[in-house]
């Protein structure tokens, strides 16, 4: 598994943390209202769902949904989750592999996993996720913008404009994250010609792609 497969892994237990921080709480309120509409009714593939914090919102109004991740560790945090009534289920799956996912989707959600995805990847990603959606469909991204203080430091560039962040676990281990913060560009010209609708809040965006 790749560094970040054994970071998020290692870090399953501990993720929801992150969910905590006092500044982002407005911006966490907006994003899981905005969220909901975007899939009501649909049939949704959600990519890199982690501990299922996303999946709680969006099964407030999905038809279904089939959460995926690499690791088996964060869905077993998802699992423990309550999403009422709608039909949630989990599977793991490779975000570059989604074939390997049953199943026709018209809508696909990946929540603060295009951060994650080599500059050189992005528009591969991108594609891909625009080929599993069906005719009509949308796809959403929502990640994370930088803000100073509440973001961990860039405490690496690469010539290609990667960039990469230290992290550490509560028992002190630390992990080299790659960590990209897209601007709005960057995102429609990875997922052209398909259209764009972008939110911009302090701390998160937003990208309705059709
Ligand atoms: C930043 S977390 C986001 C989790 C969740 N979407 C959220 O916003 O709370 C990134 C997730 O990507 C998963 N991941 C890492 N590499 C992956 C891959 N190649 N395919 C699918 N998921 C992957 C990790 O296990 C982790 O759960």
Redesign the pocket.
């Known amino acids: 598994m790749?560094e970040?497969?054994d970071y998020?892994?290692e870090r399953a237990q501990e993720?929801d943390a992150v969910y905590d921080k006092p500044e982002r709480q407005e911006d966490l309120a907006r994003l899981r209202a905005l969220l909901p509409p975007l899939v009501a009714g649909r049939s949704v593939l959600e990519?890199?769902?982690?501990?299922g914090?996303?999946t709680k919102a969006l099964a407030t109004t999905a038809r279904s949904i089939v959460a995926?991740?690499?690791?088996d560790e964060?869905l077993a945090v998802a699992r423990t989750r309550s999403y009422g009534a709608a039909d949630v289920r989990f599977q793991t799956?490779?975000?570059?592999d989604l074939g390997a996912v049953q199943g026709r989707f018209d809508a696909i959600f990946?929540?603060?996993?295009w951060s994650?995805v080599l500059r050189a990847d992005v528009r591969r990603f991108a594609q891909g996720l625009l080929e599993r959606v069906e005719p009509g469909g949308v796809v959403i991204l929502a990640d994370n913008r930088y803000v100073e203080g509440s973001n961990y430091p860039i405490t690496r560039t690469t010539d290609a404009g990667d960039t990469y962040q230290t992290r550490q676990l509560s028992d002190g281990r630390t992990f080299e994250v790659l960590k990209n913060f897209p601007s709005q560009d960057e995102v429609a010209s990875a997922v052209a010609p398909a259209r764009v609708e972008w939110t911009e809040l302090t701390y998160f965006w937003l990208a309705t792609i059709s």
């Open positions: 790749s970040l497969g998020y892994r993720y990519i890199a769902a982690g501990t914090y996303w995926t991740d690499l690791n964060t799956a490779d975000a570059y990946a929540g603060f996993f994650h």
